[in-house]
């Protein structure tokens, strides 16, 4: 069982969970004796710095090159991969997850994340420990940085929009994050009349209250325009209407499934979703005649999904979206071809949104000790039965373990949202004691 990797990447507290040596390491572990060249980049928590410099080390030791890619969205990091070439990518992020956290993601030639063999390889290598591969002299790597890093992806992005949106007022939510500079250039040369919020970042203020996990203040600032919320590294997008209604992501892909579909450009009808997307999506896209395959949750298993299938959209319902020929999530793609939608159809966000009816969901986040033990907790899945009894065809339940956390996220769906809430509680509870809740915590 792997001790390190997650859902996506490695993640932990900077500095005690997650450490310079941890980092040196599984930079040194991923080259495993190997040449080539690597990309590195991070988004703007304080602890970022100190361990990009040690996955430089790391891989210069092991006689790779490394290209210092600065502050920089993680689809630029996908992008600057496959196109420089290299080995292997890496992005220092912890997402959306709070400051003083901190994360690893290994991107592979394709620019996508390395799949789970290729990550437990790493980690029993580093697990392992040294001796490693170590080089002298002139076979040592060497860190450079790449200064046009920034412009490369924005001029990649582009390149891809055979649209302008001139006229088209938004507002960018940054997050304090890696989209703080790349997002309203990409908008502002795309013909958009761009306002930024929370662009400002001090090392310790990512995420804090704003960005794609926080859309309130978005929504407070648009008034008639739309909103766009990145997170922590921008690859999720969450979007606002012109009356300040959230879109999440199952709303984002089912108008862009419908505006894809009707321009034949939805390969086998088909789209990829995971097992947190909402009820509606999933009747919204039968009513258009399109399959949904399902997937566990996180952007790479949608990715797999995609190319095992032939599908041509996939996403999450918390904004990662992807595309056929774009090989992870990437945030500020996603609110482009919104937009795109909305130029080409002139319709409003909020009209565009009715594609689908939300279900009431309610989602619990259960801290416990032992979340590891939830497979064999017959208890919970034997109430999680009878509340799937109880809903019937009208509602849904699932249950999980964090793949990031040390959570067990309770989700129940319903036509009434009270419903909802009563069914939650009711599994949070079992939860708890079965799992060992933690004293004080409110889900």
Not at 96 to 122: C, M, Q, S, T, V
Not at 170 to 194: H, S
Not at 250 to 262: E, N, P, Q, S, Y
Not at 357 to 383: F, G, I, S
């Amino acid at each position: 069982m792997k001790k390190l990797f997650g859902t996506d990447g490695v993640r932990g507290l900077a500095n005690v969970d997650l450490t310079a040596e941890m980092a040196l390491g599984l930079a040194h572990a991923a080259a495993d004796g190997r040449s080539g060249t690597a990309v590195v980049g991070r988004d703007t928590r304080r602890s970022g710095q100190m361990l990009a410099s040690a996955i430089h080390a790391g891989f210069n030791a092991a006689g790779f090159d490394s290209a210092d890619l600065g502050i920089i969205p993680v689809g630029a990091v996908s992008h600057l991969t496959r196109t420089t070439n290299a080995a292997f990518g890496v992005m220092v992020s912890a997402s959306h997850n709070p400051a003083a956290d901190n994360g690893i993601k290994f991107f592979g030639p394709d620019g996508a994340k390395l799949d789970d063999d290729r990550e437990a390889a790493i980690e029993a290598r580093f697990l392992a420990g040294p001796p490693w591969v170590d080089v002298h002299g002139e076979a040592l790597g060497i860190q450079v940085p790449m200064t046009d890093a920034l412009d490369r992806y924005v001029a990649h992005l582009v390149a891809r929009a055979d649209y302008r949106l001139a006229g088209i007022p938004v507002v960018l939510d940054c997050a304090n994050g890696a989209a703080f500079l790349a997002a309203p250039r990409l908008f502002k040369q795309l013909g958009a009349e761009v306002e930024t919020i929370n662009a400002e970042p001090s090392g310790m203020n990512i995420n804090d209250d704003c960005g794609a996990v926080s859309p309130g203040m978005l929504a407070e600032r648009g008034a008639g325009r739309i909103g766009l919320a990145f997170d922590g590294d921008a690859d999720r997008c969450i979007a606002v209407d012109e009356d300040g209604m959230v879109c999440n992501g199952d709303v984002i892909m089912a108008i862009l499934a419908r505006h894809l579909k009707g321009r034949n450009e939805l390969p086998g009808n088909r789209v990829v979703s995971t097992v947190m997307s909402n009820l509606g999506f999933r009747l919204a896209m039968n009513g258009m005649g399109l399959e949904v395959v399902e997937t566990p949750v996180g952007d790479r298993y949608v990715l797999e999904q995609m190319r095992a299938t032939a599908a041509g959209l996939g996403g999450e319902q918390s904004g990662h979206v992807l595309f056929r020929d774009h090989a992870t999530g990437d945030g500020l793609l996603t609110g482009m071809r919104l937009l795109e939608v909305l130029a080409a159809t002139a319709t409003p966000l909020k009209e565009l949104r009715r594609v689908m009816v939300e279900y009431p969901q309610v989602l619990r986040n259960v801290h416990v000790r032992v979340k590891e033990r939830l497979p064999e907790a017959d208890p919970v899945w034997e109430a999680v039965r009878m509340m799937e009894k109880r809903l019937g065809n009208e509602g849904r339940v699932l249950v999980r373990a964090s793949g990031t956390e040390p959570l067990v996220r309770v989700m129940v769906e319903a036509r009434e949202g009270h419903e909802a809430a009563s069914i939650a509680d009711d599994l949070v509870v079992v939860v708890r004691r079965e799992l060992g809740g933690i004293p004080g915590d409110l889900g």
